[in-house]
């Protein structure tokens, strides 16, 4: 009775953690909870060099806004944003009226066609976005700029032992995005990709956080579905370390 009791306990602080609702991207409130080694190089520097002189730029994905407001300084007069989250849209479009820059629905996924005119940006920001490289090329100026940083497909693979599945996105590694970009036209100017770890104090950190990013388990994870697998998990003491993996591209038109 006493175990039961102690079960259900855990399962219902792991309910409120994953259902508890996200805004944006923002990791702070994991800030004590979580560990992360980083990449070598700076996405904001490598936003700010990409867009130095631009006159026009797009976001793809941007989430609530927040690594936007954070580049605003660098940016230009007629910059827009992209994101096709609904939970973030409205946090997004929030955050990015009071610094002028208008939001627009959409989802790389789901639509293809991007909503602008050919050439309309001479830069194209993407961090970790879904994207169709044709398109990015299409709305690009002439000798545009393109930056993406990417969480690589076999990111927290870890995850795959513990509740079973495949990788949601396989095909996103540093190799095939840049073929996609050179089968399209654009230039390759620079690529890197890199391997690192996380770490989360518990499993109640754990489920916080792939409610930020559901990639990262089963299309079909709830707290119940795999209370098995996560008590399982909080028994074990197992130290919830998972593999981190990013990489980027910057092309040209």
């Not at 693979?157 to 654009?186: D, K, N």
């Not at 998990?233 to 092309?251: A, Q």
Request: charged content about 25%.
């Amino acid at each position: 009775m006493l175990e039961w009791t102690v079960t259900e306990q855990l399962l219902s602080a792991w309910r409120t953690e994953h259902e508890r609702p996200v805004h944006g991207w923002d990791f702070s409130e994991l800030a004590d909870r979580m560990e992360s080694s980083d990449p070598p190089w700076s996405y904001p520097a490598l936003a700010r060099a990409a867009l130095h002189g631009a006159t026009s730029a797009l976001d793809m994905g941007t989430g609530g806004g927040e690594v936007l407001i954070a580049l605003s300084s660098a940016l230009p007069e007629d910059t827009v944003a992209t994101e096709g989250w609904p939970p973030n849209l409205t946090v997004a479009g929030d955050n990015l009226s009071a610094h002028g820059i208008q939001v627009v629905a959409y989802d790389a996924e789901k639509d293809i066609a991007m909503p602008f005119q050919d050439g309309r940006f001479d830069v194209v920001l993407n961090r970790h976005e879904a994207y169709d490289a044709a398109e990015v090329r299409r709305v690009l100026s002439h000798d545009g700029r393109f930056l993406t940083q990417q969480v690589d497909g076999r990111d927290f693979a870890e995850t795959q032992a513990i509740f079973g599945g495949t990788s949601a996105h396989p095909h996103i590694t540093l190799a095939h995005l840049r073929g996609e970009a050179e089968s399209v036209g654009l230039v390759i100017e620079a690529a890197e990709e890199w391997t690192g770890k996380t770490r989360f104090a518990d499993v109640a950190a754990f489920v916080r956080y792939v409610a930020f990013v559901p990639w990262e388990v089963p299309r079909d994870f709830t707290v119940d579905r795999y209370a098995t697998q996560l008590v399982d998990l909080h028994r074990s003491g197992r130290d919830l370390t998972f593999t981190r993996r990013r990489f980027y591209l910057r092309c040209r038109r």
